[in-house]
C-alpha cells in the first residue's frame, strides 16, 4: 500500500527566504507526481505535475524534483512571499487494477511567509 | 469559464438525515472524484467515477452514495449511516485517470 509523507509539518519563514519542502512515497512505481496548493476554506489548486520520465518540473518562482529510486520529491520555493502562504500536499497516483489513477495524498505541509 | 462549481459551501445535517452535496463540471472530463478532508489529514478518496452511469467505492465508501447519470455532474449523499459527517468535502475531475485532477472549493458540513 501506497503512503505518502510530507515533512515538515509546518514551516514558518520570513519573506525573501528559499525554501524546500519534501515528500515521500514508500512505492517507486509511480508514473507521476503532483504537487497542489490548498488556501484556508479552498479546493486544491494543481501547481507542477512530473512526470517519472522527468527529473524537474518548473513553473515561475517554483521548482520541483523527482526521484524515483529514492521515493522522493521536493518543492522548491524561491524568494518567497506572504501570498506563499496556504497548505502544500503532494500526491502521487496508484497502479495496478482497479486502482489505476486514484491518488494518494500526504498530510500537507503549512506554510507561513511573514513579512 | 470553464472549471468544477460545488454547492453548497456550507450544510448543516440533522441526526438521521441524508443530505446531498453537488458537484458539477464544465470541462467535458469523463472522470469525477469525492474526497474527504479532515482536519490534519490529507485527503482521503470516498468515490471515483471513471465514465458516466459507472462509479467505484474509493477508500472510505460506507456510509455514503453517488450517480453518475449524466457527464456533468456526480453528486454525493452523505447518510444516516456515516455516524461521522463533519468534514471538508471536495470534488475533482480529470480528463482521464491518467491526466491531472482538477478541484472544486469544497462543501463544508457540520452536524446540527
Known amino acids: 500500500k501506497q503512503e505518502v509523507t510530507q515533512i515538515p509539518a509546518a514551516l514558518s519563514v520570513p519573506e525573501g527566504e528559499n525554501l524546500v519542502l519534501n515528500c515521500s512515497f514508500t512505492?517507486?512505481?509511480?508514473?507521476?507526481l503532483q504537487w497542489f496548493r490548498q488556501d484556508p476554506g479552498k479546493g486544491l489548486t494543481s501547481l507542477l505535475l512530473?512526470?517519472?520520465?522527468?527529473r524537474e518540473q518548473t513553473s515561475g518562482r517554483l521548482n520541483a524534483s523527482l526521484d524515483k529510486s529514492s521515493g522522493r520529491s521536493t518543492l522548491y520555493i524561491a524568494a518567497s512571499q506572504p501570498g506563499d502562504s496556504a497548505t502544500y500536499l503532494c500526491?502521487?497516483?496508484?497502479?495496478?487494477?482497479?486502482?489505476?489513477?486514484?491518488?494518494?495524498f500526504g498530510q500537507g505541509t503549512i506554510l507561513t511567509v511573514h513579512p | 469559464d470553464g472549471g468544477i462549481t460545488q454547492s453548497p459551501k456550507y450544510l448543516f445535517r440533522k441526526e438521521g438525515q441524508n443530505v446531498t452535496l453537488s458537484c458539477e463540471q464544465n470541462?467535458?472530463?469523463?472522470?469525477m472524484y469525492w474526497y474527504r478532508q479532515d482536519p490534519g489529514q490529507g485527503l482521503r478518496l470516498i468515490y471515483y467515477?471513471?465514465?458516466?452511469?459507472?462509479?467505484q467505492k474509493g477508500d472510505i465508501a460506507e456510509g455514503y452514495s453517488v450517480s453518475r447519470e449524466k457527464k456533468e455532474s456526480f453528486p454525493l449523499t452523505v447518510t444516516s449511516a456515516q455516524k461521522n459527517p463533519t468534514a471538508f468535502y471536495l470534488c475533482?475531475?480529470?480528463?482521464?485517470?491518467?491526466?491531472?485532477?482538477?478541484f472544486g472549493d469544497g462543501t463544508r458540513l457540520s452536524i446540527l
Open positions: 475533482a475531475s480529470s480528463l482521464n485517470s491518467n491526466q491531472p485532477q482538477h
Open positions: 512505492d517507486s512505481a509511480i508514473y507521476n
Open positions: 512530473i512526470q517519472s520520465s522527468q
Open positions: 500526491a502521487v497516483p496508484r497502479t495496478g487494477g482497479t486502482s489505476y489513477g486514484k491518488l494518494t
Open positions: 470541462l467535458n472530463h469523463d472522470a
Open positions: 467515477s471513471q465514465i458516466v452511469n459507472d462509479f
